[in-house]
């Protein structure tokens, strides 16, 4: 079997059992070459590839260990990247004439590192998903027609900037920054006042109110047009001796969970609520997958845009929410998410823990209270529990004021939790 990283290497062995051989191809196993003419449009998009000393080195070992199998498995990753390093492996191995008559050559994927998972995905392989190598070899050309032409001209401009790459990416997202900031530097501002008062109840509870009405006039977002009308209208509202509430509006209002993560949303929550940069993100949501050392993947896989969960997973977390929060915390029926696009793909999993009963206090004594690991964890594995608990129920009240003679109007708006779900 070949996948692409050591550190899951040994772990998958051991699952496979005595026999079994796992190697990793570190990575890409080729790429292009790096100067001009190796994407070339006129003859329909004909590539030319090369491979580092390293990344030979590693084809060496695979072709080595073909020697007397019988069965070769491409289990990289189950993303558009990793099915097209398994494709690169299969061209490279039929170049040295390696692919003997008699050796089966199957893809397997599985979207974590736990034995269940992996012998599954053995018991079910497949042949190369040719559409996902080609949506990967259409990005690699745009690539690399883009950057060619571009970073060499960034280069020139900026001869500072050679550590940067112009692309299909960088360059239309500098577009998109450039046209922003020009409409923020064009922005007019404008200023605006609101005024509100804390308002005391008979029985002294304090609470604040918003002015939304004087003399008749709605007040607008640019109503007030001068700080001194807010200051005489707050004047006029501190003189009144009595207000009276004449509407108040009680609602049950839910408050539902999101799905799981995607990778988008996770290192988006990771930067709010752990100051982690995307990197710093990805890097420790890569260690979980693996193991970070624990023996066994403790999350599935990191990269994706789908938000389904498989339906045992889903089981679990709402027993695992059952024994850990109480009976209550559980929903009647188990929640689904998938996307909203018409053609949304969602080859793989949402983000999930592999197994919702491994809590992460547990993890954090395993591989450490304080790291990176266990922070993301913790994070992960409450985004996917939320998803299927109860909602939160909250009582919402939103009160009309008067002042006695009916020319001052306020408004105010509270909410109390009920159930914190």
């Avoid at 692409?4 to 190697?23: C, D, N």
């Avoid at 969970?257 to 710093?280: I, M, V």
């Avoid at 693996?290 to 027993?319: K, N, Q, S, W």
């Amino acid at each position: 079997m070949i996948v692409e990283s050591p550190a899951k290497a040994k772990t998958i062995e051991r699952y496979l059992g005595a026999g079994a051989k796992v190697l990793a191809s570190y990575g890409h196993v080729r790429d292009l070459v790096n100067k001009r003419g190796s994407v070339r449009p006129e003859e329909s998009f004909a590539m030319t590839w090369t491979s580092t000393s390293r990344q030979r080195a590693a084809l060496k070992d695979i072709t080595d260990a073909l020697k007397g199998v019988d069965v070769l498995l491409l289990a990289t990753d189950p993303d558009r990247e990793g099915e097209a390093i398994s494709w690169h492996l299969l061209e490279m191995l039929k170049e040295k004439r390696l692919l003997r008559a008699d050796l089966d050559v199957k893809r397997v994927t599985f979207s974590e590192i736990t034995k269940t998972a992996v012998l599954e995905a053995v018991k079910t392989p497949r042949d190369i998903n040719v559409p996902m190598v080609d949506a990967y070899m259409a990005r690699r050309a745009l690539d690399y027609l883009f950057g060619f032409t571009l970073s060499g001209l960034l280069w020139r401009k900026l001869p500072s900037s050679v550590s940067l790459s112009a692309g299909r990416v960088q360059s239309v997202a500098l577009r998109l920054v450039c046209e922003r900031e020009e409409e923020v530097e064009a922005f007019i501002s404008e200023p605006y006042w609101t005024v509100k008062a804390d308002v005391v109840t008979k029985e002294g509870a304090t609470f604040e109110a918003a002015l939304v009405n004087v003399d008749g006039v709605k007040l607008g977002k640019f109503t007030i047009a001068s700080a001194a009308q807010a200051e005489e209208y707050a004047r006029r509202v501190r003189e009144c001796e009595t207000l009276r509430v004449v509407d108040m509006k009680q609602s049950e209002a839910k408050r539902t969970s999101g799905p799981p993560f995607t990778t988008s949303t996770l290192q988006q929550e990771a930067n709010k609520q752990l100051g982690f940069g995307a990197s710093r993100t990805m890097s420790a949501a890569q260690r979980l997958y693996e193991g970070a050392g624990t023996g066994e993947g403790l999350i599935t896989y990191m990269r994706t845009d789908g938000t389904y969960v498989a339906p045992y997973a889903i089981e679990e977390m709402r027993a695992t929410a059952g024994e850990v929060f109480g009976a209550e915390y559980v929903p009647e029926s188990p929640r689904y998410f998938k996307k909203s696009q018409k053609n949304a793909q969602e080859a793989h999993e949402a983000i999930r823990p592999t197994n919702a009963r491994r809590l992460p206090a547990q993890v954090a004594r395993q591989i450490g209270p304080g790291s990176d690991e266990a922070r993301l964890y913790g994070l992960i594995w409450a985004r996917a529990m939320a998803s299927q608990m109860t909602p939160a129920l909250t009582d919402r009240i939103a009160t009309e004021i008067e002042s006695a003679d009916g020319n001052l109007a306020l408004k105010a708006n509270g909410h109390r939790l009920m159930f914190p779900g």
